[in-house]
């Protein structure tokens, strides 16, 4: 299927809509019950703490050991039974990496909207279907009655798995989920270039403002001036519609992820990019910024 007409038909499928209205909030709502304990958590299964995505990683597991599953199976199926210990081990490696992959892509997916979350949230169910037929394969695989059953079933989910995978990289490469969205080929200022008059940003206040090519938020906290890009990394979300929070952060009013103004680390997921920031000054009345030198703008 055409890459169009698949995001097509998935984006068109209002079961999704309905499904994610039900889940996303739920899965929200555990991790707040947990207060900071929940936050942190939620913060260790997007990779807050690498600086990228911590899913695709884990599905890594999941993937290798079901194709080596896959593999070994075929061995025993024609007549290599030696390599059938393998093959089991292999299913069970699989099934204990994709519980890491399913928590990570769970967290990750509460993070998205319109067209992703229905790509994910189709994405997930697949991924799930295919464990279920795998643990039910391990099941089977213990007596000789029923391995030939288990085997077909792991043939089974091997299939939906790659399926799933395909529709993942549609996730990745088409709709951009899980990927810098301040890495563009928009050219940064190579020095310091006037932005804004300086009496134009009060104090506890943000503007959207141009360098170069590049939006940039300003923000002024506790008579301090910041300068950062002013695209999420996350998902592209403009940070000066966001809340000037206490501590100099910024708050993205997209999915609420939440950056230090100070360095543009992440304070909160579910960004796992830090943003990228700019040295800022004024001069004759005027603010001015240019990239900072160990930033990434
Ligand atoms: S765009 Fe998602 S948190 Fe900013």
Redesign the pocket.
Known sequence: MKQESLLDTISSQRWLKTAGDALQPAVLNAFAAGGTTGKRLKNVLHGTWLGFPLHPALTDVPVGSWTTAAVLDGMELLGEKKYAPGADAAVAVGLAGAVGAALTGLTDWT?TTGKRRKAGLLHGLLNTTAAALYATSLFLRRRKETRGAGIGLSMLGYGIMTYSAHLGGHLVYRMQTGVD?TATSETPPKDFVAVLPEKELAENTMRCVKAGEVNVLLARKDGKLFALHHT??????P?SEGDLLDDCRVR??????VFSLEDGSVVDG??TESQPTFEVRTHDGQIEVRPAKAGKA
């Open positions: 993070g969205h999420c990394s996350h998902q592209g979300g940070l993205c009013p997209w999915h609420g992820s579910p960004a």
